[in-house]
């Protein structure tokens, strides 16, 4: 043999023994991959909470949010995981940076609980996903742990659920009262809030992209409007709820009635409302870290003009900005706001319009007394979902104009942080 061909067979053998080498070494860093918690760096550092000041890692935090309450429902189905994905980068590329969805499904199709304290794993996954999502693109969520509503199980099923075993339950009110309903609720706070995520490898109550829980979906008591009944309950939640979790933030998912301790203020509910729910008293329990609001003068005040539905919107958010800023002394988020298609006389340009009147209003509060940290709009979309469309939709895709709309009020919002 040649030199040439020795030297040609010596240098094929060490290409082969370094292709080994860098075989043997991806696929060690491959699995070291799978078995190290996801990261992103968008994502580092529980929100917390400085007087009426939200803040990351010691600076002010403002946001731009929205609601999307079907993604854990969605994700059950591996071929339809897609959407979730699809949802976060478009809401990402506008610049939004919170997420509000449900973190419940209590007894029916696909629940996440299907009997007290009985889960199915396979739900349970799909709000991994969801979550391990989020912080992929960099969007933090607020997660609801029950509905006041029977949608999704809520309230009426808890009540079903102690019926079903005996106990007698006379009201679904029953449900904030009632010891052995209050148990499969604590339960259910932890089971969630220790789930261990099999995709992040991060229990939730160590995930930084988790940045509050919110106790009950727009409570509601019909059997005591004084707003005491709520209120003790919401006490004993939350401090059931800090217990287990004091990384996170907390807030209760009320809509923003006023209730008996300041009776004066009764007169900005509307149309004379009063579900048992009481704005000052519940949200000045330390264990709420901020107060939220939620706002439909389109069904709370039908019959009033457009002008005057969007006097009653400033108006309430003005009465409730003041009062976290100087009663309760903690931040305020407008949770759920919108404007249905199914509105008499709705045109795409009057949802900019009012969307638009919302956002500068949202933006001069925060600017001005820092007490308003964000607002979450009802709610996005990813294409293909018609069924779930419920008159306020928007999917940022197929909705130009009112994404650059949103994407502006975000990179406003995101201003105010430097």
Known sequence: MSKLSRFSSDTSFFKGVILIIVFLFISLVCEAARLVPITNTTISGFVTTKDTQFLLNGSPFWFNGFNSYWMMQVAVEPT??????????EASTAGLTVCRTWAFTDGG??????????????????????????????IRLILSVVNNYKDYGGRPQYAQWA??????ITNDDDFYTNSVVKEYYKNHIKRVLTRFNTITKITYK???????????????CETDYSGKTIQVWVQEMATYTKYIDNKHLLEIGMEGFYGDSMPEKKQNNPGGYNFGT???????IKEI???????YPDLWLPRKSESAQLEFMQRWMWSHWTDSREILKKPLVLAEFGKS????????????????TVYRNIYNFA?????????????IFAEGMESYYDGYEIVLSQNPSTTRLIAGHSKQMATLGH
């Open 80 to 89: 339809e995981r897609y959407k979730i994905s699809d949802a976060f980068r």
């Open 109 to 138: 199709y696909q629940a996440l609980q299907i009997s007290p304290g009985v889960y199915d794993e396979r739900v349970f996954q799909a709000l991994d996903f969801v979550i391990s999502e989020a912080q992929k693109y960099g």
């Open 163 to 168: 019926r079903s075993a005996g106990v007698n």
């Open 206 to 220: 160590d995930d930084w992209t988790i940045m509050a829980w919110e106790l009950i979906n727009e409570p509601r």
């Open 278 to 284: 009481d704005f000052i008293s519940s949200n000045l």
């Open 289 to 295: 870290d901020f107060a939220t609001i939620h706002a």
């Open 341 to 356: 298609n199914k509105d008499q006389g709705y045109t795409l340009s009057v949802r900019n319009s009012y969307m638009n």
């Open 367 to 379: 600017r001005r007394g820092r007490t308003m940290g964000g607002s979450l709009v009802w709610q």
